[in-house]
């Protein structure tokens, strides 16, 4: 199926979470935001939130510091 994930269309498996985009790409920031469709998805719900065909998935690195 195909999303959009952060700006770029993308084809991943039927069955995709967003856990498996964040090990696809190596993310290990801890104070990542994950919006799908416009929607703030929590962290505990990361491997229970399936994508499906035409999603809008983006990744947001908060800068951090004074």
Partial sequence: M????NGVR???PDTT???DLLDKA???D??????????FIFPGDYGK???SEGD???FINPDFGG
């Fill in 2 to 5: 195909e999303i959009v994930y």
């Fill in 49 to 51: 939130t399936f994508l």
């Fill in 26 to 28: 190596n993310e290990k």
């Fill in 30 to 39: 801890i104070g990542l935001i994950v919006e799908v469709n416009n929607r």
């Fill in 56 to 58: 809008r998935v983006e």
């Fill in 17 to 19: 979470a967003v856990s």
């Fill in 10 to 12: 993308e084809n991943v």
